[in-house]
Protein backbone atom coordinates (compact mmCIF):
# COMPACT_ATOMS: atom_id res chain seq x y z
CA UNK A 1 0.00 0.00 0.00
CA UNK A 2 1.16 3.09 -1.28
CA UNK A 3 1.18 6.39 1.34
CA UNK A 4 1.50 9.80 0.75
CA UNK A 5 4.22 12.29 3.32
CA UNK A 6 6.17 15.23 2.78
CA UNK A 7 10.20 15.35 2.55
CA UNK A 8 12.61 18.21 1.94
CA UNK A 9 12.73 18.05 -1.93
CA UNK A 10 16.19 17.61 -1.96
CA UNK A 11 15.69 14.33 -0.12
CA UNK A 12 12.82 13.29 -2.21
CA UNK A 13 14.59 10.29 -4.18
CA UNK A 14 12.64 7.26 -4.65
CA UNK A 15 14.31 4.33 -2.91
CA UNK A 16 15.57 6.28 -0.68
CA UNK A 17 14.49 4.99 2.78
CA UNK A 18 13.66 6.89 6.48
CA UNK A 19 12.98 6.22 9.85
CA UNK A 20 9.91 8.41 11.13
CA UNK A 21 10.88 9.84 14.18
CA UNK A 22 7.69 11.54 15.19
CA UNK A 23 6.13 15.14 14.58
CA UNK A 24 8.20 18.15 14.83
CA UNK A 25 6.83 20.79 17.53
CA UNK A 26 7.78 23.43 15.00
CA UNK A 27 5.13 21.54 12.48
CA UNK A 28 1.89 22.71 14.63
CA UNK A 29 0.84 25.55 12.20
CA UNK A 30 1.75 23.58 9.29
CA UNK A 31 -0.68 23.15 6.40
CA UNK A 32 0.10 20.12 5.10
CA UNK A 33 0.91 18.78 8.81
CA UNK A 34 -1.60 16.02 8.46
CA UNK A 35 -0.02 14.19 5.74
CA UNK A 36 3.04 13.69 7.35
CA UNK A 37 2.07 13.41 11.29
CA UNK A 38 -0.08 10.33 10.10
CA UNK A 39 3.32 7.74 9.75
CA UNK A 40 4.10 5.43 12.66
CA UNK A 41 6.93 6.34 15.35
CA UNK A 42 9.71 3.65 14.98
CA UNK A 43 8.88 2.73 11.03
CA UNK A 44 10.62 2.56 8.66
CA UNK A 45 9.70 3.86 4.99
CA UNK A 46 10.95 4.16 1.42
CA UNK A 47 10.07 6.44 -1.43
CA UNK A 48 8.66 4.95 -4.36
CA UNK A 49 7.78 7.99 -6.15
CA UNK A 50 8.15 12.25 -5.60
CA UNK A 51 5.34 14.64 -6.87
CA UNK A 52 6.41 18.27 -8.13
CA UNK A 53 4.27 20.25 -6.29
CA UNK A 54 6.36 22.13 -3.60
CA UNK A 55 5.25 23.55 -0.40
CA UNK A 56 6.85 26.25 2.13
CA UNK A 57 8.32 24.57 5.38
CA UNK A 58 10.65 26.46 7.70
CA UNK A 59 12.63 22.84 8.80
CA UNK A 60 14.12 22.39 5.13
CA UNK A 61 15.96 24.85 3.11
CA UNK A 62 14.45 24.44 0.05
CA UNK A 63 10.71 23.44 1.15
CA UNK A 64 8.93 19.91 0.87
CA UNK A 65 7.37 17.79 -2.15
CA UNK A 66 5.26 14.98 -1.22
CA UNK A 67 6.04 11.55 -1.58
CA UNK A 68 4.71 8.27 -2.10
CA UNK A 69 6.01 6.10 0.20
CA UNK A 70 5.82 2.27 1.42
CA UNK A 71 6.63 0.48 4.68
CA UNK A 72 10.03 -1.00 4.51
CA UNK A 73 10.38 -4.48 7.18
CA UNK A 74 12.91 -3.81 9.63
CA UNK A 75 15.69 -6.76 10.31
CA UNK A 76 15.53 -6.91 14.50
CA UNK A 77 17.05 -9.48 17.15
CA UNK A 78 14.40 -10.00 19.65
CA UNK A 79 13.47 -12.47 22.78
CA UNK A 80 13.46 -15.90 21.37
CA UNK A 81 9.94 -16.62 23.06
CA UNK A 82 8.33 -14.00 21.19
CA UNK A 83 9.61 -15.30 17.61
CA UNK A 84 6.51 -16.85 15.83
CA UNK A 85 6.16 -15.91 12.36
CA UNK A 86 2.65 -14.24 12.07
CA UNK A 87 2.51 -13.25 15.56
CA UNK A 88 2.29 -9.55 16.43
CA UNK A 89 4.46 -8.31 19.40
CA UNK A 90 4.82 -5.88 21.82
CA UNK A 91 8.52 -4.36 21.16
CA UNK A 92 10.78 -4.48 24.14
CA UNK A 93 14.62 -2.94 24.17
CA UNK A 94 16.66 -5.55 25.79
CA UNK A 95 18.84 -4.35 28.99
CA UNK A 96 22.09 -4.65 27.81
CA UNK A 97 24.74 -2.59 28.09
CA UNK A 98 27.40 -4.12 25.95
CA UNK A 99 27.49 -1.09 23.13
CA UNK A 100 30.40 -2.86 21.45
CA UNK A 101 28.65 -5.94 19.99
CA UNK A 102 28.42 -6.89 16.56
CA UNK A 103 24.53 -7.40 16.95
CA UNK A 104 23.82 -4.05 18.93
CA UNK A 105 22.19 -1.73 16.26
CA UNK A 106 19.27 -4.94 15.60
CA UNK A 107 18.62 -5.15 19.03
CA UNK A 108 18.34 -1.46 19.42
CA UNK A 109 17.14 -0.09 15.61
CA UNK A 110 16.89 2.98 15.35
CA UNK A 111 13.73 5.12 16.01
CA UNK A 112 12.50 1.60 17.48
CA UNK A 113 11.02 2.33 21.59
CA UNK A 114 9.69 -0.56 23.86
CA UNK A 115 5.65 -0.42 23.38
CA UNK A 116 5.61 -0.60 19.91
CA UNK A 117 3.43 -3.10 18.49
CA UNK A 118 5.33 -5.00 15.35
CA UNK A 119 4.09 -8.25 13.00
CA UNK A 120 6.87 -11.04 13.34
CA UNK A 121 7.06 -11.51 9.45
CA UNK A 122 10.16 -13.83 9.23
CA UNK A 123 11.98 -15.84 12.13
CA UNK A 124 15.47 -15.95 10.98
CA UNK A 125 18.42 -17.44 12.73
CA UNK A 126 19.58 -17.51 16.61
CA UNK A 127 21.88 -15.12 18.01
CA UNK A 128 24.64 -15.59 20.28
CA UNK A 129 23.89 -12.88 22.54
CA UNK A 130 27.43 -11.43 24.02
CA UNK A 131 25.28 -11.24 27.30
CA UNK A 132 23.82 -14.91 27.35
CA UNK A 133 20.17 -13.68 26.72
CA UNK A 134 18.31 -15.97 24.59
CA UNK A 135 17.33 -14.30 21.47
CA UNK A 136 16.98 -14.61 17.72
CA UNK A 137 16.89 -12.72 14.39
CA UNK A 138 13.70 -11.66 12.71
CA UNK A 139 12.37 -9.80 9.91
CA UNK A 140 9.55 -7.11 11.59
CA UNK A 141 6.86 -5.26 9.69
Not at 106 to 122: A, D, H, N, T, Y
Request: net charge positive; proline share 4%.
Amino acid sequence: MVLLTVIGRKLAKPGLEFVFMGSNSDCKDCKVKTICFHLEMGTKYKIVNARDIVHDCPQHEDNVVIVEIEEVPRQAIIPKKKAMEGTTITFDLPKCNIRGCQDYQLCFPVGMESGLKRQVIKVQEKVECADGQDRIKVILG
